[in-house]
């Protein structure tokens, strides 16, 4: 794994980037990534280029051997465009334009902006598309991120009914498949479908669903053109996209499909802040961030680069942009980016070389204070070097490093989120939150956890979880009856069909064959109640009606009678939302039917497997003894640490 | 009593309904309502109306012997017309039209909607106006729902000025009653009106007062037009309307003036989650509603259909719309039916017959599954029809079930509601919640409650009892003086006159000859905050100076002296919030004087009286044995149940 | 000390004026302050006026003996106004005109309503300045209640572009003042800049500030236009503003420099109850407000009026625009009364003659009910009278009462308010909140405080006091250095330029030659958390540098060593928000070092000093005996009250 950094030369004076770069260069730093936000430096005036500036910025950096990352300008259009054509603007859901002033003001859909795009891309891919110290490419900047997937713009009105169109053809199928002879909505022409907002109650789901899926493709097809240039013109360069934490707002899996390598910007402390935990869990992990948050990610966007995978921004310090802005623990960074690697990543690169003195982020810390000393993400950095040295050596000597399939796999699903966010039923049915207990609830078992999109192969696992999948497409269910491992599958799994209508026969629809059950009913409980029984129920219950012909085993009732988990030995459903020890009894069963072994993790110890090494991090603040949830850890060969783990302390050993 | 439900052959083949219609009969409904959100099916285009699909449902259900509920669909207009007519939008409060895509879409003062309303009105009514099937008629649904009555656009702002004019004649007149001198708010001509809405800090409370009386008004008038139409084209058929609960943003009483009979969609845990209990109340009653909320309603509407009243739309399970959305108790559907009956009830109809697959409400239950089974409340209907032929067994054999005056009337205010939502003075002041605290303190005491509207006779009852009367109209004054029962009047009453001033000689105004008493001051008290005394005051303290000539008694004053609950022998003033122990130390006195026996029932027991069968219903989750709570019980003859109670459980018996 | 009140002749028949004016005189007032709403009956109609009535209400006050405070009418623009200038009204921060029907809904930018503002204070000037009984002016009302300095209109985009041309002359010194080459906001003129609003994420922290700054001066040249007019016409008369409470959206300093005498409308329940105390804070002083929110605004609008200032409004008993209203305790209005006078009022007026029965404020208390009676401010005014006297007696016998400069400074910066308001970092980092928990803790130890601007001479103080000082402008930093008492400087002092651009070497900037320091980090804290240590952080930690070569103490630190009190002997630093136990200890020390003797008083027992005589007043419910506070007072002379002091009690005894 190599280390980088983000670099913004016109921030600086140019006498400073030859320092700069020889810094970087002795830190250990291999990549730097510049110009994501440039435009109005590359092009002050409309079709005035200046590229005098990033010429040297490019060829000093790589005169120090620095690899670039060189990035398209796109989340930044400059005022002169935005006064020269205000269609660019994204439209709010209050039907307002979104003002030029701070980033991502574009909507996805002007077809103005997508060509203004392409124009910049092509520009900044002829310059420097072929120069040696370019070594690949970022699309944009974190798509989605500020709820920017979105836009009800008059573009994005007229290229959603083209959108429709062509996915239903007929105004009639349209109307049959969103269910609009309930009250009246029908149309008689796509020429009279608005986006779905400032309706007087809620609007139409499929209605909100569509619009969904038709953003989440524009975001996919307004990167596809940025690709297609680069392919062309930089020929042999990796393109990323940086992915944001906690953002389903559009399918990263299709987006993702188009790069080489999937990248993220990787905020524990900040996301935190931000997150859904309860006060406490907050609290406890205010410096180190949550313990399976960071991984969840780690293995979701390895997932959506087909196993190749960067964190792209790092956090190095105290950010600026949660509600409040705590500093690491020490030793945090260095923890983060070692768990980085744990998890497969090709580059780890911290944001930023130095904090910037001016403007939005100028709270937000670097590697330097803005007065150019070192801060503390400096030293952590300069460790992380050094244990990656050590690990490297370990490589040479021959140890496997390379990531293999873990046993486990997890079925992510970004529409899922998008149906429960639009369908709730209970206001705490949260996508992100479900998929966060199942991982969680692995991970304290000591497992590796490979995220897969739905319909991915099955084949080599061992266990398969699956939190939720409302639309079971016949392919996923042919291969979930396929799979020979264990399978569990959690609450409103096959609960709709792909146009949000509930499937004939009801719940669990096309999974009836694996789960031979029918849900009758469901319900959403109030935060405070807890239906009674040994695993107390609480946020969802179903009412599951098992068939009485079928070999299905009930394992845990509510107090009342109602099955919460039932299973035909291989798969298991979850009836509820799963508390913690219903769900780890259901894992623990679930592994022990397929022969795979367990632990018993506290929440703040988490294990991680490359190869022949196998990673601790310590997530809390006081230190701990492996040895007491590690059996045989004490004979084990360390290449990192040792046993006894110090706050935000790593230790690495061979498990081959 | 009669059964019925809400059907929609709209959402279903044809080939099933004459299925369908069979199995309601079997069920033993009676009543069948369809066609109230159908207007994009009978008119599919502008002027062309197909009449077939519903001439062919009309006419299956008819010979089922079911009796059909025609509706006019005019909350739904369909696509082409707002597309047509624009301005047929209402208008939010921050000046923006609402779109189509879901309901209530419309303004009640758009002169084209009301065109619109009675052209399809008259359609639908000289197509089934005669039909033999069509017993009755409901005209839109739910006016008012989803905060619909107010509405800020041009048509209303004209129509505004228009009523405006009409009510003052001169604009010094409007601008005396107002107080515009006030802030220079003085307008020289009813053209310069707005809607009071946009402004900088509050608006004039009397500007608003106007503008909500206007929008009560509104809707009252296109009701109206509906009515006429059909009261010409379908002799002979009652028509009424479905209020919704909690629901006091325009004047029931005036629209149901011009109906046959009231009726209201009762979704007891809809209306549970989204009221104002505390977290504890609302956790308790999760399964079964609050005690006194569906009976109250029943009370209220049969008061505004003059005795006549239905439940048009009854809760079967699980409803999709509130934040969370748990399933009923067993038994509570039935019970929910019984106590229908127990308050007077024409007709209870479900909603709905089945559960729809698609669109808004497809997580709304049924009496079936989308899949056609019965769903658990179809066993509840079927023993409610067990129940009510019971019933109908004694009454045949002579036992009196009619309904008779109760001995205790509430005067309910929707103005009061308008007043002290303007201008709360407390942020927690809320009338329904008082007349809930008044209300739910008659019913522990066992005592049956009549509605009634400000200003009707007193005659035959013996105790009477006003939460709030902000504005006593000099007619309502002398009816109390007349009165010779127990008068208990609560807080604010008599503070203000209809122009929303300060009367002359302060609060209680013209109930002074009746209440020797001037509020020299009021004052809000924040959560938390209690005012000391035997019974501790909150939310809301009165300072209150008795005449010192009058024949006043002072029964309970806060330690620092301040009069709470004052009264003449006959008249009692609760100058304070009433909390439990006061409310109820006044209402056992006023009961007392007047020799009304009372009980002391506890929160989850309620009975009610119909004819000469009493009703007890237990709302809570553990059985209760009657006979701990009401003496005598055991000696009584049942008609249903008996002395034990189950939860949900319903009794009734004989008490002549 | 004087005492006065408002009056609204307008709002009552003229036949009853004399009246009111001669009780007025008879309780003992001096001022009264009328017209300030008065606009449509002074300007009926476009450019005709009617001074009728307001020549008979002047005449009929004057001829009582009273002396007018005549205002000028421009908060509340009238109907015909509004309605031929639409550009009058200010327009909020979603881009929509704030609407007629309240007031404040002028834009200070409009030019329109510029011409407006003067013409109408010229008419009214030129009628009433002159007039013998017309002894001052107010001007408008209230600038900047109901949040209304910041408005977005064509007009303030307009204005605000010809500020910032002003202030930069050149853009490419704006887009480096500003930092724009972060996220390309670089514009190429100032034609191009928008106001800061409706940005997808934030908008940059220095254009926010240069918006806020251009905003204030918009507040001071609107006041400076209606004052040079009544400086031309009223002669000799003082020109006063009336300011609100925790109020700081333009520089009150700026404003206040124009003015002859600052006064500010006080109103302790109402601050209370909206301010951002501990719900526990807010209850206990529910009837008597928070023990030094008034007299902190007492010391800050002396500063404003160099010394000069009033309490224009008074709060006499409940008022109407809090969201709970509750009553003062007995006596409380009495106790305010005199603390004003300690704190060196000239004249206390109270809010107002008579409660109106009519519009928004009919629910607001006065010293008389509508019904015309006396109210209880009424009794408690006369106690005020009568407390006076024996003060002026005092005096006259040769006791001295004049004010003198407090030996303890709180430097007040509007601008820091400003700019922790723009970029928090931390939620619950707010100025006000900062500059209060100073105040208090200087209070419990009994100190009496001036407020100063920042720049303000030292001379003569023995302690000096910064809560925070954002940006330390070179003179101040002078300032500091030549100063000799002690000084306490606050968290995030010194933390910026001018230009919202992290300092040179970063905080505390121009203070690191008085603080040889350099804060390397800084971090926020969520609630519920506490940074260990014998002094637990909340809120806001530093991560300070010391110089290791200067002389510079390290007194207090977290458990984890970061030095969270840092002094140079005279200097003190507080890398931290200041808990109680730290901060007391800090000042302590401090005026340990200047020989400044100090109290431990209880949280609601104040004290003022005005010259030889000392001031007490009981925040308490319960009565309290300042034998058990301070030392030697059982020797004392009382000129009020004695060592009891009941609850709202006052005393005052001699102190030389």
Known sequence: MKLGVCYYPEHWPEAQWAQDASAMAELGLTFVRIAEFAWSRIEPDPGRYDWGWLDQAVDTLGAAGLRIVMCTPTATPPKWLIDAHPDVLAVGVDGRPRRFGSRRHYCFSSRTYRAHS??????????????????????????????????????????????????????????????????????????QIDPPIGTVTEANPAHRLDYQRFASDEVASFNREQIGILRELSPDRDILHNFMGATLSFDHFKVGADLDAASWDSYPLGFLQQGAWPEDTKLRFMRQGHPDFTALHHDLYRACGRGRWWVMEQQPGPVNWAKWNPAPLPGMVRAWTLEAFAHGAEVVSYFRWRQAPFAQEQMHAGLHT??????????????????????????????????????????????????????????????????????????????????????????????????????????????????????????????????????????????????PIRVAAVESLPPGWAEAGA?????????????????????????????????????????????????????????????????????????????????????DAAPLDLAAHIPGIAEREFVIGDTRLGPAGVAAWIDP
Chains 1, 2, 3 share one sequence.
């Open 118 to 191: 392409q124009q910049i891309t092509r520009a900044v891919a002829e310059r420097y598309g072929r120069h040696p110290a370019v070594a690949a490419w970022q699309t944009d900047n974190e798509y989605g991120c500020h709820d920017t997937v979105l836009s009800y713009s008059q573009s994005a009105a007229a290229a959603f009914r083209a959108w429709l169109s062509a996915r239903y053809v007929s105004i009639d199928d349209l109307n049959r498949g969103w269910g609009n002879v309930f009250w009246s909505q029908e149309y008689r022409s796509f020429e």
């Open 370 to 515: 803005p007065d150019g000393a070192r801060a503390a993400a400096w030293d952590e950095a300069a460790a992380a070097v050094k244990a990656l040295h050590a690990l490297a050596d370990k490589r040479a000597a021959g140890t496997c490093l390379d990531m293999r399939p873990a046993p486990v796999a997890l079925v992510f699903d970004y529409a899922a989120h998008w149906m429960f966010d639009i369908q709730p039923q209970g206001a705490d049915f949260d996508y992100l939150q479900l998929v966060l207990t199942f991982y969680g609830a692995l991970r304290r078992l000591g497992l590796d956890v490979d995220m897969i999109p739905p319909g991915a192969p099955l084949t080599g696992r061992r266990l398969v979880v699956a939190p939720s999948l409302p639309v079971v497409e016949p392919s996923l269910a042919s291969a979930f009856e396929a799979f020979e491992g264990s399978l569990v599958i959690g609450p409103r799994s096959g609960s709709k069909t792909s146009a949000f209508q509930i499937p004939d026969g009801l719940s669990p629809g096309p999974l009836r064959r694996l789960l």
């Open 535 to 619: 695993h107390p129920v609480r946020r969802w219950l179903e009412h599951v009606e098992p068939n009485p012909n079928a070999d299905l085993s009930v394992d845990a009732r509510t107090a009342a009678g109602k099955p919460i988990w039932l299973n035909t030995g291989r798969v298991h459903y979850i009836a509820a939302w799963p508390d913690g020890d219903l769900l780890d009894a259901v894992l623990r069963r679930a592994c022990g039917d397929v022969g795979l072994p367990v632990l018993d993790l506290p929440d703040h110890l988490r294990l991680r497997r490359r190869g022949d090494v196998r990673f601790a991090l310590n997530y």
